[in-house]
C-alpha cells in the first residue's frame, strides 16, 4: 500500500506554467505505475499522464502533449507534472495515482492509490 500528498496547484494565467508533485510514503514505490488524472465537477476522471516504474516510457493524453511532462524520482519517492502553455481548458483538480497495470495506464480504475488533488486555475 501507499499513500500519495499531491502540491503544487494554484492560479495562474493563460500561458503560465506549473509543477505538481507527488509524495509516495511506501519503500515499494519504485514498482509502481504512477499516473495524473484531472477531474472537473460533474465529470469523470481524465487521464493526462503516465510513467513506467522505471521512467523509460512515458504516455500522454493529446490534449497535453508537448505541454506537459511527467517524471519521477523513485530515491526521493516523487512524481512530477510540469506543466507549460497552460491554457483555461486544462482547469481542473489534479490527482496522482499510483498502480501496478501499465497497459492500462490511461484507466483510472486500474488505480488503487490516489492523492487528494490539487486544484490548478488557469485564467483567460
Known amino acids: 500500500q501507499v499513500q500519495l500528498v499531491d502540491s503544487g496547484g494554484g492560479l495562474v494565467q493563460a500561458g503560465g506554467s506549473l509543477r505538481l508533485s507527488c509524495e509516495g510514503s511506501a519503500r515499494t514505490f519504485s514498482n509502481y505505475v504512477m499516473g495524473w488524472f484531472r477531474q472537473n465537477p460533474g465529470l469523470e476522471r481524465e487521464f493526462v499522464a503516465a510513467i513506467s516504474h522505471n521512467s523509460d516510457r512515458a504516455y500522454y493524453s493529446d490534449s497535453v502533449k508537448g505541454r506537459f511532462t511527467i517524471s519521477r524520482d523513485n530515491n526521493k519517492r516523487m512524481a512530477y507534472l510540469q506543466m507549460t502553455s497552460l491554457k483555461p481548458e486544462d482547469t481542473a483538480v489534479y490527482y496522482c495515482?499510483?498502480?501496478?497495470?501499465?497497459?492500462?495506464?490511461?484507466?483510472?480504475?486500474?488505480?488503487?492509490?490516489w492523492g487528494q488533488g490539487a486544484q490548478v486555475s488557469v485564467s483567460s
Open positions: 495515482g499510483a498502480g501496478w497495470s501499465e497497459p492500462n495506464y490511461s484507466v483510472a480504475k486500474f488505480y488503487p492509490y
